[in-house]
Each structure stands twice: as structure tokens, then as C-alpha cells.
């Protein structure tokens, strides 16, 4: 169905009673407020229904706005999210924290242009929607492998709009808060040409109420009976920042060693109930407990001590010059066994991308040491009674990873993840909130381990069961529901976001042409 231009009130006696668009000042300033409204939806602060509020204050900054000034507004808007949301990126250096939000506004200052000419067609809040999931869809990609840190749907890990992650994934979970907010807006706005006012008025606040609604009732797989006793051990580290480490690495390994032993005496007693598995965190060795007699004696005597397979987080030698981040399965009688080694790496943390040039012109690019190789297939691990969906740290970000462990038969999954540099930054509560959706997406039970915090468990409901504070010691035995069921959002997969970005991208097109034909015409 072709899309037509709204034709917009030629006088000021018909654009009475509609919302006037703002100066550029006013207009920045919406914007700007905008933005921080949608950092205050993401955790810590949580406040999920800030989220379509700042996409409502973002449409009205843009409507009826030049396309240059739209981009600045865009981008304005965009370094007042995410200078505060990503601000965990600061112990690295504030200049990589000021390039890294610097490039990822340059989406936004896109989105805006976009925005403007689609909000001159009809149906306009769903086009806009569209085009916010299809924002998200190229910051996953691009650059350096993307980087889709906070998406809309990840500030909402327990609110209305967390139901739809189980239709249409992570994409359907933005388009809906984005939908929403682009439907506030255009309650503020006024009516359009040719409209009854009461009807558009009506129409509108019923689709704004009802898009959240609708999340509630989405239906859910139902529990199947069948749990595991998952252990978790967080050791904590005695560094602090970028040198977590402190100035000897198996201080780390020995704290995970101890509190493994702490909890196999916490069975002896009956304290807790004896775990199915144990799963350390990511990074719960960096020495490499293949080619270390130290390493190797420190994990199987802490492994015999509790009885069952432990999932160590490791940081293995691949050849010469290179290693992986690895998930291994060590039982107590054979040693080391599978492994996952993480497939999505972390950009100059974990490799640097264009090497020699940046290695030229930073010597802080050297702190990466041996470049890591990325693995090649899911993380589903046999141990024990279960098969787990092994997920590391970066990559529960990334909805086709998720997905894969999930369809090679992960249940639960576990999430081993190391926030040390991070710690008391927005990084690990944000971190918890992805799981809370993964959690809803595919039907699973989350169990997430880190080195100093958060370690959680989540319900495939999406909601918390377990969380330990962060810079301490803890452990636990937790009871996790098995599921086997499979989602509509496991199924389809990416699917709804590619319908989303087609349309987004569909209207932009008409809209372009609509205006090309009508400067044409004048």
C-alpha cells in the first residue's frame, strides 16, 4: 500500500489548537531532557517508564525541524543518554569513554534526520518506532562488530513491555516502548488536517495505553516440573580498575578455589544442599590451567572437594601470540572436558581491531596483550543431568548468540561474566537487566556468575530470585527450573526485526520521494 504525505495546515487559522513545533533552543532543550530520561529508565536508577517519555520529548524536539538541525538535535539528544549510560566505561579512560559515545550519537543525529521525514506522512508513530529498531539494528553491527549496549528494550528488564521479548525479541521490545512515545508525542501535537480532533484524540491515547497492556498478556510457556541445583561461586578480587588482578593473578583463582571449598563444607554440614554443578565466573583464572601444574592442582582439588563438575571461566594460550576466553567443564574424576569459548569478543579489551594503527597511536592499546580468537560454535555444554547455555559476559548483549545456545539445546543458561574493572559502575546492573530479558525472550532460567557482582539468578518469568552485592565473597546452591519449551521469538528469530527495519527504511523512501515530488510540483 503506497504511504502518503499528510498535506500540513497552509494557515495559522488551521493550525490552531495543534501543538506548536518549538525555537531551536526549546527544541535542544527537549531533546537534551529526552535523553536523560531515557538513561533514568536503565539501571541503576530503573525507572522503565521514563523510556517512552523520552521518546515523546525526542518526536516533539524533531517535529516539523530542518534536517540539519534535526541531526543536531538528534545527536544532542543522543550525548545526553548515553554520556551518563555508558559512563562504566570511564575506568578504561575518559577519552574512550567521550569517543565511544561520541560515534554511537552520530545513529541518533541519523535517526533524527529520518524521523522528520517520515513524521510528515501518515501513520506517522509507527514509522518513527520503526526506525528506532532499526537504529539499534546498525549500532549492533557497526563498527568494529557493533556494539547494541543500551537499546531501549534493555531498560526494560521487569516492566509491561518485557512480554513481548518472548514474540519478537529484544527489536519487538523497543519498537513497543518506541511506539508508545511516538504516540504521546503526537497526543501533544494535535490533530492532523482532515481529522476529527476527538477521534484522533481518542484513537491515539487508547493505542498509547494499550501497547503496554498487551505486553502483560502475552502468553508464556508454562513450568515443566524439572529443576537443577546450580552452585555459584563469586571469589572477588583484590584489585581494583583496570589492574583488578593486583600484583599476582592466582590470588583470584585461590579465592574461587576457597569459596568452592566453603561451600563443599557447607554440604558436609547441611547447611546447603548439595549442587548438580558449580559454575565459576568468567576470568575465575587467568592463569592457563592447561599449561599451569599450579592452576590445574588449585581447580581439581576444589572440584573433588564439592563432587560435582565446576564450569571454570579461563583465559587459555591458543599457539604463539594468541588465546580464548574459555568456558571449561572440569569434573572431579577426568579433569578439564568441553569448553565454549566466547564468540563475541569485546573490541580493545579482547583484540584490537586495525592493529598496527592503533597500536601506533596508543600505548594503551598494548594492555590487551595476546589477542583473543574468537570460537566457532554455541556454548552447549553437557553437565551433569543438564545441558547449560554457556553465554559470556559481552555476549548476552547480542540477541542471534543467545539465540543460538538456546537452539542447540542450552537450558539454563549460564552467564559467566567478569565486571571487575567495572564494579559500582551502571555496567553490572545493566548487565542484570539483558538477563531479566533473555530470560522472558527464550523461556530459560538465567544463572549469571561474576568475579565481584553481580551474581544473580533469574526466573524465566524475568524476574531476580538471587543477587549477591558487588567487591564481596559470596556463594550459593540455588534451585533452577529446567525449561525445554521454545519460544515464538526463539522460533522466528530475527525475523520481526527485519520486518520492523523494512518498514522504517520503506517509509523513509516514500518520504523522500513525497517530498522530491512535491518541490517538483511547487
Request: charged share 15%; glycine share 10%.
Given at each position: 500500500?503506497?504511504?502518503?504525505?499528510?498535506?500540513?495546515?497552509?494557515?495559522?487559522?488551521?493550525?490552531?489548537?495543534s501543538?506548536?513545533?518549538?525555537?531551536?533552543?526549546?527544541?535542544?532543550?527537549?531533546?537534551?531532557?529526552?535523553?536523560?530520561?531515557?538513561?533514568?529508565?536503565?539501571?541503576?536508577?530503573?525507572?522503565?517508564?521514563?523510556?517512552?517519555?523520552g521518546?515523546?520529548?525526542?518526536?516533539?524536539?524533531?517535529?516539523?525541524?530542518?534536517?540539519?538541525?534535526?541531526?543536531?538535535?538528534?545527536?544532542?539528544?543522543?550525548?545526553?543518554?548515553?554520556?551518563?549510560?555508558?559512563?562504566?566505561?570511564?575506568?578504561?579512560?575518559?577519552?574512550?569513554?567521550?569517543?565511544?559515545?561520541?560515534?554511537?550519537?552520530?545513529?541518533?543525529?541519523?535517526?533524527?534526520?529520518a524521523?522528520?521525514?517520515?513524521?510528515?506522512?501518515?501513520?506517522?508513530?509507527?514509522?518513527?518506532a520503526?526506525?528506532?529498531?532499526?537504529?539499534?539494528?546498525?549500532?549492533?553491527?557497526?563498527?568494529?562488530?557493533?556494539f547494541?549496549?543500551?537499546?531501549?528494550?534493555?531498560?526494560?528488564?521487569?516492566?509491561?513491555?518485557?512480554?513481548?521479548?518472548?514474540?519478537?525479541?529484544?527489536?519487538?521490545?523497543?519498537?513497543t516502548?518506541?511506539?508508545?512515545?511516538?504516540?504521546?508525542?503526537?497526543?501533544?501535537?494535535?490533530?492532523?488536517?482532515?481529522?476529527?480532533?476527538?477521534?484522533?484524540?481518542?484513537?491515539?491515547?487508547?493505542?498509547?495505553?494499550?501497547?503496554?497492556?498487551?505486553?502483560?498478556?502475552?502468553?508464556?510457556?508454562?513450568?515443566?516440573?524439572?529443576?537443577?541445583?546450580?552452585?555459584?561461586?563469586?571469589?572477588?578480587?583484590?584489585?581494583?580498575?583496570?589492574?583488578f588482578?593486583?600484583?599476582?593473578?592466582?590470588v583470584?583463582l585461590?579465592n574461587?578455589?576457597?569459596?568452592?571449598?566453603?561451600?563443599?563444607?557447607?554440604?558436609?554440614?547441611?547447611?546447603?544442599?548439595?549442587?548438580d554443578?558449580?559454575?565459576w565466573?568468567?576470568?575465575?583464572?587467568?592463569?592457563?590451567?592447561?599449561?599451569?601444574?599450579?592452576?590445574?592442582?588449585?581447580?581439581?582439588?576444589?572440584?573433588?572437594?564439592?563432587?560435582?563438575?565446576?564450569?571454570?571461566?579461563?583465559?587459555?594460550?591458543?599457539?604463539?601470540?594468541n588465546?580464548?576466553?574459555?568456558?571449561?567443564?572440569?569434573?572431579?574424576?577426568?579433569?578439564?572436558?568441553?569448553?565454549?569459548?566466547?564468540?563475541?569478543?569485546?573490541?580493545?579489551?579482547?583484540?584490537?581491531?586495525?592493529?598496527?594503527?592503533?597500536?601506533?597511536?596508543?600505548?594503551?592499546?598494548?594492555?590487551?596483550?595476546?589477542?583473543?580468537?574468537?570460537?566457532?560454535?554455541?556454548?552447549?555444554?553437557?553437565?551433569?543431568?543438564?545441558?547449560?547455555?554457556?553465554?559470556?559476559?559481552?555476549?548476552?548483549?547480542?540477541?542471534?548468540?543467545?539465540?543460538?545456545?538456546?537452539?542447540?539445546?542450552?537450558?539454563?543458561?549460564?552467564?559467566?561474566t567478569?565486571?571487575?574493572?567495572?564494579?559500582?559502575?551502571?555496567?553490572?546492573?545493566?548487565?542484570?537487566?539483558?538477563?531479566?530479558?533473555?530470560?522472558?525472550?527464550?523461556?530459560?532460567?538465567?544463572?549469571?556468575?561474576?568475579?565481584?557482582?553481580?551474581?544473580?539468578?533469574?526466573?524465566?518469568?524475568?524476574?531476580v530470585?538471587?543477587?549477591?552485592?558487588?567487591?564481596?565473597?559470596?556463594?550459593?546452591?540455588?534451585?533452577?527450573?529446567?525449561?525445554?519449551?521454545?519460544?515464538?521469538?526463539?522460533?522466528?528469530?530475527?525475523?520481526?526485526?527485519w520486518?520492523?527495519?523494512?518498514m522504517?527504511?520503506?517509509?523513509?523512501?516514500?518520504?523522500?520521494?513525497?517530498?522530491?515530488?512535491?518541490r517538483?510540483?511547487?
Open positions: 500500500m503506497a504511504l502518503k504525505t499528510a498535506q500540513e495546515p497552509a494557515s495559522a487559522a488551521s493550525r490552531a489548537g501543538w506548536r513545533a518549538p525555537e531551536a533552543p526549546a527544541r535542544l532543550a527537549a531533546s537534551v531532557v529526552g535523553g536523560v530520561l531515557l538513561y533514568l529508565a536503565f539501571p541503576p536508577s530503573g525507572w522503565w517508564f521514563c523510556a517512552p517519555l521518546v515523546a520529548l525526542l518526536a516533539l524536539a524533531l517535529r516539523g525541524a530542518r534536517l540539519r538541525r534535526a541531526a543536531w538535535i538528534g545527536y544532542a539528544g543522543g550525548l545526553a543518554f548515553l554520556l551518563p549510560t555508558l559512563a562504566w566505561v570511564r575506568p578504561i579512560g575518559d577519552d574512550a569513554w567521550l569517543a565511544l559515545v561520541g560515534v554511537e550519537s552520530l545513529f541518533w543525529a541519523a535517526l533524527a534526520v524521523a522528520v521525514l517520515v513524521m510528515r506522512l501518515r501513520l506517522w508513530p509507527l514509522w518513527v520503526c526506525l528506532w529498531v532499526a537504529q539499534e539494528w546498525a549500532r549492533g553491527l557497526f563498527p568494529v562488530g557493533g547494541p549496549w543500551a537499546r531501549l528494550a534493555f531498560s526494560q528488564g521487569e516492566s509491561p513491555y518485557t512480554g513481548f521479548a518472548a514474540l519478537g525479541g529484544a527489536p519487538l521490545v523497543s519498537f516502548v518506541a511506539l508508545t512515545g511516538a504516540l504521546l508525542a503526537a497526543l501533544v501535537r494535535g490533530r492532523p488536517a482532515r481529522w476529527r480532533a476527538d477521534r484522533v484524540v481518542a484513537g491515539t491515547f487508547l493505542a498509547a495505553i494499550a501497547v503496554p497492556v498487551l505486553g502483560l498478556v502475552v502468553p508464556r510457556p508454562g513450568d515443566e516440573g524439572r529443576t537443577v541445583r546450580i552452585g555459584v561461586i563469586q571469589g572477588n578480587v583484590p584489585g581494583r580498575g583496570m589492574d588482578l593486583g600484583d599476582e593473578p592466582a583470584v585461590r574461587h578455589a576457597d569459596e568452592t571449598h566453603r561451600m563443599a563444607q557447607a554440604v558436609r554440614v547441611g547447611t546447603l544442599t548439595r549442587p554443578i558449580v559454575v565466573p568468567e576470568n575465575s583464572t587467568d592463569i592457563d590451567p592447561y599449561d599451569n601444574a599450579y592452576a590445574r592442582e588449585v581447580i581439581d582439588s576444589a572440584a573433588k572437594d564439592i563432587g560435582v563438575p565446576i564450569l571454570v571461566g579461563a583465559v587459555v594460550k591458543i599457539g604463539a601470540e588465546r580464548a576466553t574459555r568456558g571449561v567443564v572440569w569434573d572431579p574424576v577426568t579433569g578439564p572436558g568441553a569448553y565454549y569459548d566466547k564468540r563475541r569478543l569485546v573490541p580493545f579489551g579482547e583484540y584490537t581491531p586495525f592493529k598496527d594503527v592503533f597500536l601506533a597511536l596508543s600505548s594503551r592499546a598494548n594492555l590487551v596483550g595476546r589477542q583473543s580468537v574468537a570460537g566457532d560454535r554455541p556454548g552447549a555444554l553437557r553437565m551433569g543431568p543438564v545441558t547449560i547455555g554457556a553465554v559470556e559476559c559481552y555476549e548476552v548483549a547480542f540477541d542471534g548468540t543467545v539465540r543460538d545456545t538456546v537452539l542447540a539445546g542450552g537450558t539454563p543458561l549460564v552467564v559467566q567478569n565486571n571487575a574493572s567495572y564494579a559500582l559502575t551502571n555496567l553490572p546492573p545493566q548487565q542484570l537487566a539483558m538477563s531479566q530479558l533473555r530470560a522472558v525472550e527464550f523461556n530459560r532460567a538465567v544463572v549469571t556468575a561474576a568475579t565481584t557482582g553481580i551474581s544473580a539468578y533469574v526466573g524465566p518469568d524475568g524476574r530470585g538471587w543477587r549477591t552485592g558487588e567487591l564481596v565473597a559470596g556463594m550459593n546452591v540455588l534451585d533452577v527450573p529446567v525449561r525445554t519449551q521454545k519460544t515464538v521469538a526463539a522460533r522466528v528469530g530475527a525475523l520481526p526485526e520486518v520492523l527495519v523494512l522504517g527504511a520503506g517509509a523513509t523512501v516514500a518520504a523522500i520521494s513525497g517530498a522530491i515530488s512535491g517538483r510540483r511547487s
